[in-house]
């Protein structure tokens, strides 16, 4: 049998998701309002799958068909293995625009427009967590809920618009230059458009 108490998550998520809508009622900026809505969502899928954990925690200890132990048990493994492996994701799951991947085991981060990983030796990752006064006190649910559950949330935004430019619609000496330095400027055109002027600062 599992050792995760499923009703016990059930009902924290289940408290948490209305602790985060009774929050919401004192946001006073859109990037807070979006954060307590992402949340609220997730938190209402987390309880729809506690809840299906538990259906299957259920059978498995009533069942009384020897012929239906195995498939009784590889429900409940998945249920186990998605709240483990995905929901208790040690890199967290992103509330905000984030389009960043950092692994942290390799300490490097993957440029979505470079398309290349990067090492945190190189370049700091791009991003910014936003700060709790502007998550209108959601930083703090979020840390109770990571804390109660093992469920992390992020609130990070990345330091720079990532969309890759299309080459075609570039000049093409310009485009030649893309990770390098221009003579007439110290970025070049495509450099700026690619990598933005924060490229490289910590965020």
Same mark, same amino acid.
């Not at 016990?8 to 009622?25: E, H, M, Y």
């Not at 859109?30 to 899928?45: G, P, W």
């Not at 967290?92 to 692994?103: F, K, S, T, V």
């Given at each position: 049998?599992?050792?995760i108490?499923?009703? +016990? ?18 946001? /006073?900026n ?16 987390l309880?729809?799958?506690?809840? $299906?954990?538990?259906? &299957? ?5 009533? +069942? ?12 409940? $493994? ?8 995905? $929901?208790? =994701?040690?890199?967290? +799951? ?36 936003? &700060? ?16 109660? /559950?093992?469920?992390?949330?992020? /609130?990070?935004?990345?330091? $720079?618009?990532? =969309?890759?430019? =299309?080459?075609?619609?570039l ?8 990770h ?16 933005? =002027? ?6």
């Open positions: 049998m599992s050792d108490d499923f009703l +016990n998550l059930f009902a924290k998520f289940s408290g948490f998701r209305i602790l985060v809508l009774a929050n919401r009622l004192d946001c /006073t859109d990037l807070a309002l979006r954060a307590h809505d992402r949340l609220e969502q997730e938190l209402r899928q309880s729809d799958d506690m809840r $299906w954990s538990i259906t &299957a925690q259920r059978r498995l200890l009533l +069942n009384t068909d020897p012929a239906k132990s195995e498939d009784l048990a590889e429900w409940l $493994w998945n249920c186990e293995h998605k709240f483990m492996e995905f $929901w208790c =994701d040690p890199e967290g +799951n992103d509330l905000l625009e984030n389009r960043i991947y950092i692994d942290h085991g390799s300490r490097e981060w993957y440029d979505p427009r470079s398309q290349v990983w990067v090492s945190f030796h190189d370049a700091h990752p791009p991003i910014q967590d936003v &700060a709790g006064d502007e998550l209108c006190g959601l930083d703090k649910i979020i840390a109770q809920i990571h804390g109660e /559950t093992g469920v992390r949330f992020t /609130t990070y935004l990345s330091g $720079w618009d990532i =969309d890759r430019p =299309d080459p075609d619609d000049d093409p000496e310009c485009y030649e230059d893309l390098g330095l221009d003579s007439e400027d110290p970025l070049s055109a495509i450099h700026h458009r690619v990598h933005g =002027d924060t490229l490289g600062k910590q965020a």
